[in-house]
């Protein structure tokens, strides 16, 4: 649409320039043509009266003259007369007759002292008239002079007129041209192109074939649309042939999994269900910036890894509206088909009040439940009216699963993590037969420290709602499963890891989460872009080290700060050729712990360069900004370690991430050995993350260790996370919860 009306004003442009010259030149010419006829006319009557008042005026006959001159007031564009002697005194004046100005009385001055006839055009009480003087003899000189006046306010009236008419031509041609030019545009060029994108759009998403708008297109486009339609065929093959080489693949446990091959399990076991996944995070964020809407992904572990599985097996994803434009795009139903530029699954908005959001949210979720379930030194604080919003909101998502698994038969409904444990309970109440499950993303804490939640039980029995739960690591499981003894009552089987309350069984398995592992694995070069990209944020060092987390005091990123200041310390030789940077999102910034977090990075940062650094450079950049995952790739690549020191965490998706994005086999992993993923990752350099001084050693370390042995330890993990891959924990875990 921009091009059209870049097209269109461009043609209008041009037109009106042309328009504007040709109107210049007639409105030159037709005002030279009037006042020539003017000048013409003024002069003949000049010379006619004066045969007539030049005899009289040397007789003084001044009440003829004033006969004479009366006798031409009533004529049209005729403004009056005047006779003057040569002293400048008025002999007879016509009654009609503006005064004479004193332009005018020049006028006269100088046609009776040049004595011969003098014009020029002025403004009289408002009025544009011309003034022509003649000069009257006797016999020997110059005695007076007869002064004639002609309105010509005319010339400018039919100037303008011109103008006018002229614009409004253009305007109609304007008008006519622009309507063509869309229509030509619309059907000779934008269908046949829209009907040629839509085709190869369907070819590549798998949709039903059509033709129509192959055979349509119009007679410029015919070699395109030939090579496009071989195109179309040769995906339709290639996906054809995939799905047949996805289908012999489903029983060969030893081959890699794909989201094709996910699709094609998903068919296989589900048979035509839907599934329902649930979350308070959405996956795109829709935000108005002026008059222009976008969206964005957000920094969440959680839709980093699931994001990928509703794209190959489709369904609805209902989750929170947080955006300030989520409205502006959504139909009647709040509903919206994403991705954006591909849509592939449902995305269902639930709308939540600024209170709701502070108690459910902000207050119950982070500041209660976040900071429990994580042990970080950091004391839950546990509100009852959080609790009332986090129960109301729970309630709100339950009401809204209900009415979207109305008419679905045995649904399969996926809930996500510590936000909604309500959720489960709540539709198993109303629905028995709808399949649910609950995967805990974050942490279960042992249950003495999980005892001290005041509705403690209403959580534990909320995600009983559940026939399957799921935690990151066994450990998260035994945490669970002996919080439930201690607390509920229950019948626990400790040989099948299942909890039976109220007659419904719970069945309590580990599946760590992974990532979607990018296809091929081609080395290459990424020193270029490491140049582009320390080019960019005016780094000029040998070495880079990479964090990468939420502004999330559990991430461990004061304790990183104190490593790098340690082994700066320890280690001088790397001054000045070593640079960290610490991309940190910004995150829960309604809470107030996360606001003086932020304050503190930022405090201790500042500290630590100021104490080291010298010239133009500086050992750590914080990046406190979203990135996307574009730029993030680029960070990835560029680094030659990545230091993942969380002081607790479920999984920590980020360290998969920088291992999968590094094709070139090189860079070394700095990984908490309280993250989960330390239990697959093996050969990173684990370390404990409040011990700075061996997190200091692991940095020295990483940047010494020789490029065989970074290949060898980077060739390991990314095998680890290739064979266990998002796809492959999507399935395991469907086909858990459909066999149950």
Known sequence: MKQIIAVLLVIVTIIGLIVVAFTVNQVGQEEARLKSDLLYRSTLLAESLKET????????????????????????????????????????????????????????????DSDKVT????????????????????????VGALMVIQNAGYIDDRLTEIWKNNLIRLLIQASLLSFAVVL???????????????????????????NSNMQTSSFFFRPLVKEISNIRNSLMEARISASEEARMRLEKLDSPWTAERL????????????IFMVSNREPYIHTKNGGNINYYVPASG???????????????????????????????????????????????????????????????????????????????????????????????????????????????????????????RMVKMQRPGAVIGIFWHIPFPNPESFSICPWKKEILDGMLGADLLGFQTQLHCNN????????????????????????????????????????????????????????????????????????????????????IEIFLYKFPSYQRVFTFIQIAAPSRTKVKKYRDFAIEVRKETERINNIFKAKDWKPIVLLEQYQDHTQIQEFYRSADFCLITPLHDGMN????????????????????????????????????????????????????????????????????????????????????????
Not at 134 to 141: E, F, G, I
Not at 400 to 410: M, S, V
Not at 690 to 718: C, D, F, H, V, W
Request: proline fraction near 4%; glycine fraction near 6%.
């Open 53 to 112: 008042i030049e005899p009289n005026f040397v007789n003084k006959s001044e009440i003829y003259l004033q006969g004479v001159i009366e006798r031409f007031t009533d004529k049209e564009r005729f403004a009056g007369l005047g006779i003057y002697d040569n002293k400048n005194k008025v002999i007879a004046f016509s009654s009609t007759a503006p005064e004479a100005t004193s332009s005018a009385t020049q006028i006269i001055v100088n046609a009776m």
């Open 119 to 142: 014009g020029d055009f002025e403004t009289q009480r408002g009025k544009k008239v011309y003034v022509l003087a003649v000069p009257l003899h006797d016999d020997k000189s110059v």
């Open 184 to 210: 030509l545009l619309r059907w000779i060029i934008y269908e046949p192109i829209r009907g040629l994108v839509e085709t190869l759009k369907l070819a590549r998403m798998g949709g039903p074939e059509q």
């Open 263 to 274: 699709k094609e399990f998903v068919k296989d076991i589900l048979k035509g269900r839907t």
């Open 302 to 424: 959680m839709v980093t890894a699931i994001e990928p599985v509703m794209q190959a097996c489709g369904g609805m994803w209902i989750a929170h509206g947080s955006g300030n434009a989520d409205k502006l795009v959504v139909n009647q139903s709040s509903k919206i088909k994403v991705p954006p530029e591909e849509p592939k699954y449902t995305l269902r908005r639930i709308w939540l009040t600024e209170e709701e959001e502070k108690g459910y949210y902000d207050g119950f979720s982070n500041e209660g439940l976040w900071p429990l379930c994580h042990i970080a030194h950091n004391r839950p604080t546990f509100r009852k009216e959080d609790w009332e919003e986090y129960k109301k909101v729970n309630q709100k998502f339950a009401d809204t699963i209900l009415i979207e698994i109305k008419n679905q038969d045995r649904p399969i409904v996926l809930i996500q993590d510590f936000h909604l444990a309500l959720v489960p």
């Open 480 to 563: 669970f499963i002996e919080t439930v003894g201690r607390e509920l009552e229950a019948l626990i089987n400790f040989e099948q890891f299942t909890v039976t309350r109220s007659n419904h069984i719970s069945f309590v398995k580990p599946f760590p989460i992974s990532i979607s592992f990018p296809n091929g694995s081609e080395k290459q070069n990424h020193q270029n872009e490491k140049e582009e990209l320390t080019k960019k944020l005016g780094i000029k060092t040998k070495y880079i080290g990479l964090g990468i987390d939420r502004l999330d005091y559990t991430k461990g990123i004061l304790e990183r700060l104190k490593a």
């Open 653 to 740: 998706l980020v360290a998969k991430e920088y291992v999968a994005a590094r094709n070139d086999e090189k860079g070394v992993l700095i990984l908490s050995q309280y993250a989960g993923a330390s239990r697959e990752l093996k050969e990173a350099l684990i370390v404990n993350p409040y011990n700075g001084e061996q997190t200091a050693e692991a940095i020295k370390t990483a940047l010494e260790l020789s490029p065989s042995e970074q290949t060898k330890r980077m060739r390991g993990m990314r095998e680890v996370i290739k064979n266990y891959n998002i796809y492959r924990w999507s399935a395991e875990l469907l086909k858990t919860i459909t066999n149950l």
